[in-house]
């Protein structure tokens, strides 16, 4: 019940085009999804978190979109660059209970001209 | 303002050596989260602490493997007479635990180890 599952597993979008990554959720009292960035040899960098009392966030290029009653959330990219080529990990927390990040296997992303 | 400081980067260890994996927080954070990512899957919890306190230890392997955060200085993962499996990249996690952005995590560069 402590699932995150994240797909695609890897992602192949042209420049300017829209990277669209799901995940979903089962643990109701998850309350908290952000979504992180990771090149390689990094750590993890948060992009944007959204709570599940707002159906959608955006910020930039990186919208979530968030639906509540699937318990499906998804990251869009805008205009995507290859500068945005990374692998991108959603994460599921219960704030109320310490608040450890429940992680996707991530989505390998790469941007080409 | 520095960020979540880990060192080292790297560690290379013989099978029955001790690990000892450092993690100092964001100024001003006193929560403090582990994190294990074996190569291509996603970071797995280990340990939640706050100073001179486990409060979580549900993600951590039975033996072998332990953690502190003392009063005084930094966070320490420890793995004793480390294994092959043990060879992973390891991220420290830190947050402010109160206020508008007590959730948000803030992760380190990670320590990879290797064990020969």
């Known amino acids: 019940q402590q699932q995150v599952k994240q797909s695609p597993q890897s992602l192949i979008v042209q420049k300017g085009g829209i990277s669209i990554i799901n995940c979903a959720y089962e643990?109701?009292?998850?309350?908290?999804f952000p979504w992180y960035q990771q090149f390689p040899g990094k750590g993890p960098a948060l992009l944007i978190a959204?709570?599940?009392?707002?159906s959608e966030k955006k910020e930039g290029r990186f919208t979530i979109s968030f639906n509540k009653s699937a318990k499906q959330f998804s990251l869009h990219i805008m205009d995507s660059q290859p500068g945005d080529s990374a692998t991108y990990f959603c994460?599921?927390?219960?704030?109320?209970?310490?608040?450890?990040?429940?992680f996707g296997t991530g989505t390998q992303l790469k941007v080409e001209l | 303002n520095a960020g979540v400081m880990q060192n080292p980067r790297h560690l290379v260890r013989r099978r029955g050596q001790e690990a000892r994996l450092r993690c100092s927080p964001m100024?001003?954070?006193?929560?403090v989260y582990w994190y294990r990512q074996l190569p291509e899957e996603g970071l797995k919890f280990m340990v939640y602490?706050?100073?001179?306190?486990?409060?979580?230890e549900s993600g951590m392997p039975k033996e072998r493997f332990s953690a502190e955060f003392p009063k005084e200085g930094p966070s320490i993962l420890r793995i004793q007479q480390v294994v092959r499996g043990d060879s992973a990249a390891y991220f420290c996690?830190?947050?402010?635990?109160?206020?508008?952005?007590?959730?948000?995590?803030?992760f380190g560069a990670g320590t990879r180890l290797s064990v020969l």
């Open positions: 996690a830190s947050s402010q635990g109160q206020g508008q952005f007590k959730n948000i995590q803030y």
């Open positions: 643990n109701t009292a998850f309350d908290y």
């Open positions: 959204i709570r599940p009392d707002v």
């Open positions: 994460a599921a927390a219960y704030t109320g209970g310490g608040n450890k990040l429940t």
């Open positions: 100024k001003g954070h006193s929560h």
């Open positions: 602490l706050q100073k001179e306190n486990i409060i979580d």
